[in-house]
């Protein structure tokens, strides 16, 4: 496979992850956070999947094709945790859906920004039912991992769910 | 569509010109040119679908994946212009397809380059029947305008074969 090809494959199972959690959060209320924007395809895809969903975008410094950033109502400018940390007063945990792709040129160091600052900084955000995807692995207490499209590498993305207590409660009740 | 998907059906597009390039040229003798390197994709793709040929890479500074750097005897560095006139001792009209991604963010900048430059510098090193695919609009004398693949912008890329003498002369001695 050619570098051309894995890159068609890999922007190709992005979209579907993307697709997927859009399905798969249905009408659940709640918001959507873009950490990274990046040049902006990944949030311009989100915007089209759900147009009637609040995005809020967090960047370090906006270098996005103009058409796909967001006004200043739904950026949060500067420092991605302090961003995050600024949002629990406004956003509390109201978000639906989180993607984040913000991984540093340096696997070693977006591995521990993920697990130690990231995912401490996320959580507080996060509603019942909220899906997570991350290009580095977080750690999220009571989050179910979830499968990732075929052909998609295992290490690329990693997708959680966070167990509604309302719906993890259901089955047991049912059991008894 | 969203920058997404549009991006996925660029890159799709772009592989289908190349495969249907590299389908074209067949058996037919030559060496195959890549003008711009870039971070190396198209390049891979080409020696993925053309294993058997040489393939000539231009590049004013390479900045390529370290899997994606041709060996020296197969690197032209500098300006792509001056190298492609140095090819002229070395390769003469031996190419037999050219892929050139080269444009630079200034649309008026690149499509003069391309016209005024770039054509002319082409022209001695194309063989009969040779393939060209470019970014810009070129200016080749005696050259067929190929169609692109389908959900390809009419202005992302330009596709040309150089009509071989042979060929075109056939039919007409045939009518007589």
């Given at each position: 496979m050619?570098?051309l090809?894995?890159?068609?494959?890999?922007?190709?199972?992005?979209r579907?992850?993307?697709?997927?959690?859009?399905?798969d959060?249905?009408?659940?209320?709640?918001?959507?956070?873009?950490?990274?924007?990046?040049?902006?395809r990944?949030?311009?895809?989100?915007?089209?999947?759900?147009?009637?969903?609040?995005?809020?975008?967090f960047?370090?410094?906006?270098?996005?094709?103009?058409?796909c950033?967001?006004?200043?109502?739904?950026l949060?400018?500067?420092?991605?945790?302090e961003?995050?940390?600024r949002?629990?007063?406004?956003?509390s945990?109201?978000a639906?859906?989180v993607?984040a792709?913000?991984g540093?040129?340096?696997?070693?160091?977006?591995?521990?920004?993920?697990?130690n600052?990231?995912?401490?900084?996320i959580?507080?955000?996060?509603?019942?039912?909220?899906?997570?995807?991350?290009?580095?692995?977080?750690?999220?207490p009571?989050a179910t991992?979830?499968p990732?499209?075929?052909?998609?590498?295992a290490?690329r993305?990693h997708a959680?769910?966070m167990?509604d207590p309302k719906?993890?409660?259901?089955?047991v009740?049912?059991?008894?």
């Open positions: 050619s570098r090809d894995s890159a068609i494959r890999r922007l190709q199972a992005q579907q992850l993307l697709d997927q959690a859009a399905l959060i249905g009408s659940m209320e709640g918001v959507v956070l873009e950490l990274g924007l990046g040049n902006g990944t949030y311009d895809h989100l915007r089209s999947i759900l147009p009637n969903r609040d995005i809020y975008v960047e370090r410094e906006v270098q996005a094709h103009p058409d950033i967001p006004d200043d109502a739904h949060f400018l500067g420092d991605v945790i961003g995050l940390n949002a629990q007063k406004t956003l945990a109201k639906i859906l993607h792709d913000l540093t040129g340096d696997p070693q160091e977006s591995h521990d920004f993920a697990k600052k990231l995912s401490a900084a959580i507080p955000l996060l509603a019942a039912g909220a899906h997570v995807l991350c290009d580095q692995q977080l750690l999220l009571g991992k979830l990732l499209p075929k052909g998609m590498d290490d993305y959680y769910r167990d719906n993890v409660l259901k089955p009740l049912k059991a008894a």
